[in-house]
């Protein structure tokens, strides 16, 4: 009850200090410029500058300049009007978020009034105001690549963006911001990115460089701001469709031919056993070894138990039964489903008992679907006297397969957003939005002991929402502010082996003296596993998570156009979190093993900055200061590290007895320093550098786990106290335009990560304290090139290419594990002084897109269908990573191999109409168009079969003479070549459907907007 009533008046606080604001995104930019008379080239004052449709205008002083803040992004028509001259309009004026766009004017004297001429504006090529890497798209240009129909994957396209992983940060290092609103899930510290492709308006993903607005962030910012409703309707939808097919290469895991069913339904060796058959010795040592079903059989037969008898016959369709196996009419090979009838029973007869049609449930058989619809408005009947309140709703909903079986045929993402907007007066604009978002998943999706038991794979849904409240306020044409309030939930609920039904029991099926019910489907709690030491029931799905957060944010921001060469901000945020943790390991055939971690904490945080963006013709820059202050709200244990508390005696009243102290919480000051500097019309050079914090997951701040129970005690705990995670930044890049048609982008950067959390850990002299904890140990340094070309205009092709080169050294600080014994200490426990060594992966992505004009070749019925038809190509390429190979033993080589390059060229085709104000297109998209094909290091049985593939391979490293005396043939391979005429000499791994797994496969869409 105190935290709440400390909230209360924190937020009493907050919202007395008005004006003192925030942390919020930018979602607006400003247009300024300058009007001259064109004759004499003097500056002309008093000019009545306006956006046309629009409130929005300046006037120019005396000096001929003007401005216009808190512009919308979006593509404007610009006036300059005055009497006695002619009027201009510029169309295209393309604004962006937190950018300065220059629009200059040359007004012609004039009798007549009402005289009024339009250009349009000359497209800006290089930003000029920008001081650092950053990506601006509109939803257009994100939606005319290939295979991208959501903001992750855009992302994933950008230079130096790889995973997820912004110049080498995780996404727990991002930020994500809608309309200024924070939508993160504040316990995992990372982005919800929910918001729909069809309600992008705009989307900014800055690298580095962040102004001094932006806290908690140390990698990136993915700012996106998102469309409104208006006078007129208007809407879209985005139909995607996916052919049901394999994920991957190979017989599919049913097929009694794939590496794992082969040597138990193979006739060649099935009953008499892999080394009695006949399969070479070859084909032998790279397959699983069985001794026949004959030997199965008789092992029951032996016994004096008549119960378990069964003939060879009936123990490998057993086999058929429980690994619901396909038929194979060249090895006479009955199917699951065959069974039934020849074991006296019917498929229709299994229905009714299991409401299934088929034992046998193939995978691959499903297609896959997005479906992206939107409209937006003005709300009928009542809207005009609520401010002319407009709306725009989107809806999203994503179903793709796994690539193995588990409990559920399909992932499925959900994503609901809505907005509305009441425009008080001219001055005021209140805005009230939502999102809200479902995922059902299973827990895995991948080939592992539960392949041929999907309820192995437990269900699992996760839900997240957003509500957010915002006001502005245009106090004069130079000063403005924002209010921004949300509130963010979600919630994990993971139910374990809980969230499948119970296996029936009911006989279906006898073998011999084996009655077999439904296995493998749902969940048997009997402990069992088959010949081939696949889990048909047990330990699975033990794992259960009924955790969430709730987090308030509210923020404060203030702008002022000082003068025309200051443009001031300054904010305040404030962030409280309701964060709940409940986790368990639950397995039902062995409770005693149960165990849990429960904790619920409330931290919040405080944020202020001031910032300055000075413009002058030949320096932009962009001067700021923040402080941050976290607390983490509670009190912690202050025992010995090596207390008896610690020990599994006193683990059921270690967080009730404990001694305990209030956490410590930080303050921290931010520099942030960018500048911009024009170097000639078409090239600048810019600069930025600042210090970047952002918070520790709350699983390293506040975890408490146990072992098992009465065996041990804690073993592990977080710390609430651990420093804010540190990086300091630099960039030095530049800019040029090229023929006013090309922007090439060069930038490097230098970041200097420290006070990351590692985990450490205390051990007593006996061990019967033993837990591990975390302390900001970790640092890294990253430092890295980026190479941008591109061509965002043409009548023909336009297109970019990327290319992104970084490498990076880490490691850790102190001690591994700190031992009560002093001199166990001295010899053992430091943390590996050998950092790691930097090793490249460069990557390059290249966009190609030829399009032909609207009105290219003859006309059908209004319709010209050669015209607006594109082409897009997507190429990929990245450099294969690095291991260690050692086949002497020498204990000299680490890293000595690199795998070879991936790359992929995925294709789009598209066509376009356009029938009045409707515009419909259609295209086909080609994912890995060429079938390019890389192994994947899961299609290796195990450690021999690895080995067995590098030693065929001739490699330059056996040019020594000890190499070849070992029987290693030397020559131009490298890691990822196969096997192949020119190279049959190459063992490639054993398990096939798992070797390659990007298989071509074909997308078709459909998006039709108004």
Not at 479 to 500: K, L, M
Request: aromatic residues 12%; proline residues 4%.
């Amino acid at each position: 009850m105190l935290k709440h009533v400390k909230l209360m008046v924190i937020l009493a606080l907050v919202f007395c200090l008005g004006v003192s604001a925030l942390l919020t995104a930018a979602t607006t930019g400003k247009i300024s410029g300058k009007v001259t008379d064109v004759s004499s080239g003097e500056p002309l004052a008093g000019v009545n500058v306006i956006i046309a449709g629009t409130s929005m205008g300046g006037a120019t002083d005396i000096d001929g300049d003007y401005f216009i803040i808190n512009v919308p992004p979006g593509t404007y028509t610009v006036e300059a009007r005055m009497i006695g001259y002619t009027t201009l309009a510029k169309s295209g004026v393309n604004v962006n978020v937190d950018r300065t766009i220059t629009v200059d004017f040359t007004l012609t004297q004039t009798v007549l009034e009402g005289q009024e001429v339009t250009v349009v504006a000359e497209r800006e090529i290089v930003p000029m105001d920008v001081s650092a890497s950053h990506v601006v798209a509109s939803v257009e240009e994100m939606t005319e690549i290939p295979f991208v129909q959501d903001i992750g994957e855009f992302l994933n396209l950008q230079v130096g963006v790889e995973n997820d992983m912004i110049r080498g940060g995780g996404l727990d290092q991002t930020e994500f911001m809608m309309d200024g609103l924070m939508v993160v899930d504040n316990r995992t510290n990372q982005p919800l990115m929910m918001v729909n492709l069809s309600a992008v308006q705009e989307i900014n993903i800055i690298k580095g460089g962040f102004n001094a607005e932006y806290g908690n962030v140390r990698s990136g910012l993915i700012n996106v701001v998102t469309k409104e409703g208006g006078q007129n309707y208007f809407g879209s939808v985005d139909f995607r469709f996916s052919p049901a097919r394999y994920k991957h290469e190979g017989y599919n895991i049913y097929d009694p031919r794939n590496f794992y069913l082969r040597p138990y339904l193979d006739p060649a060796v099935c009953w008499v056993g892999t080394a009695n058959g006949t399969w070479s010795q070859e084909y032998q040592e790279e397959n699983i070894t069985f001794g026949g079903w004959n030997a199965v059989s008789a092992a029951t037969l032996a016994t004096d138990d008549p119960t378990d008898d069964k003939t060879p016959e009936e123990a490998r369709d057993r086999f058929i039964w429980q690994h619901r196996s396909q038929a194979y009419d060249d090895w006479n090979v009955p199917g699951a489903n065959d069974l039934l009838a020849k074991y006296g029973s019917s498929l229709a007869a299994y229905e009714a008992a299991t409401g299934r049609s088929s034992h046998e449930d193939p995978y691959g058989d499903k297609p896959e679907w997005n479906t992206d619809v939107s409209l937006g408005g003005p709300i009928p009947f009542v809207g005009k006297y609520l401010g002319d309140l407009n709306f725009f709703a989107s809806y999203r909903i994503n179903k793709e397969t796994y690539t193995f079986p588990t409990s559920r045929d399909y992932s499925t993402e959900q994503s609901t957003q809505i907005k509305l907007i009441s425009r008080l007066s001219s001055s005021m604009k209140l805005t009230l939005e939502g999102l809200y978002g479902a995922t059902a998943g299973a827990d895995g999706g991948g080939f592992g002991r539960g392949a041929y038991w999907p309820a192995y794979y437990a269900k699992w849904n996760r839900y997240s929402s957003m509500i957010g409240f915002s006001f502005d306020h245009v106090l004069s044409p130079s000063t403005f502010y924002n209010v921004r309030i949300s509130t963010i939930e979600s919630a994990t609920v993971n139910d374990g082996w809980e969230s499948h039904e119970v296996r029936d029991l009911t006989t279906l099926i006898t073998f011999g003296a084996d009655e077999e019910d439904e296995i493998p489907y749902n969940y048997g709690i009997q402990y069992g596993a088959i010949e081939d030491q696949f889990l048909m029931s047990g330990e699975g799905s033990t794992n259960k998570d009924h955790s969430r957060v709730s987090t308030l944010n509210v923020k404060l921001d203030l702008t002022s156009q000082m003068d025309k060469y200051n443009q001031f901000k300054t904010g305040f945020e404030f962030n409280y979190d309701d964060l709940s943790t409940s986790t368990a390991r639950d397995i039902p055939c062995q409770p005693d093993l149960y165990n849990s971690v429960k904790w619920t904490h409330f931290p919040y945080r405080l944020g202020a900055y001031l910032q300055d963006k000075l413009e002058f013709e030949g320096m932009i820059a962009n001067l700021g200061m923040r402080l941050d202050y976290n607390n983490p709200n509670c009190d912690w244990y202050t025992v010995d590290p090596f207390s008896d508390y610690f020990k599994a005696s006193y683990a059921s009243v270690f967080q009730s007895d404990a001694p305990k102290e209030p956490a410590k919480g930080q303050f921290k000051i931010s520099p942030r320093l960018g500048i911009s500097h024009p170097i000639s019309e078409d090239a600048k050079l810019y600069f930025n550098y600042g210090h970047f914090y952002s918070m520790p997951s709350s699983n390293d701040m506040y975890r408490i786990s146990y072992g098992r129970p009465g065996v041990a005690g804690v073993t592990g705990i977080g710390n609430p106290s651990a420093y804010l995670e540190k990086t300091v930044a630099y960039e030095l890049g530049v800019e040029y335009n090229i023929g006013n048609m090309f922007l090439l982008h060069l930038a490097g950067y230098y970041k200097d990560v420290t006070d990351q959390t590692g985990s450490i850990r205390f051990q007593n002299y006996d061990g019967s304290v033993s837990y591990s904890t975390f302390r900001n140990t970790n640092y890294e340094d990253i430092r890295g090139f980026e190479l941008r070309f591109e061509k965002r205009w043409g009548d023909w092709i336009t297109g970019w290419v990327n290319y992104d080169y970084m490498v990076s050294t880490s490691g850790d600080t102190g001690r591994a594990t700190y031992y009560d014994d002093y001199f166990r200490n001295l010899l053992e426990g430091l943390q590996d002084p050998d950092v790691e060594r930097p090793l490249p992966r460069p990557s390059l992505r290249a966009n190609v897109m030829v399009r032909t004009p609207n009105d290219l070749g003859p006309a059908i019925g209004g319709i010209h269908p050669l015209g607006d038809i594109s082409v897009s190509f997507l190429l990929t390429w990245r450099a294969g990573s690095y291991m260690t190979w050692d086949p002497l033993n020498t204990l000299e080589l680490e890293n000595n191999l690199q795998w070879k390059g991936a790359r992929y060229i995925d294709i789009r085709i598209n066509k376009r109409l356009r029938v009045g104000r409707f515009n419909f297109e259609f295209f086909a998209d080609i994912n890995n168009a060429l079938n390019d094909k890389y192994i994947s290091t899961g299609g290796f049985r195990d450690n021999d079969d690895r080995d067995d593939y590098y030693r065929s391979l001739h490699l330059p490293m056996y040019e020594e003479q000890a190499y070849q005396d070992a029987g290693l043939t030397a020559g131009d391979d490298k890691l990822g070549d196969v096997k192949s005429d020119d190279k049959p000499y190459i063992n490639m791994p054993n398990i096939n459907f798992l070797t390659f797994m990007n298989p071509r496969s074909v997308t078709l869409g459909f998006r039709f907007n108004f």
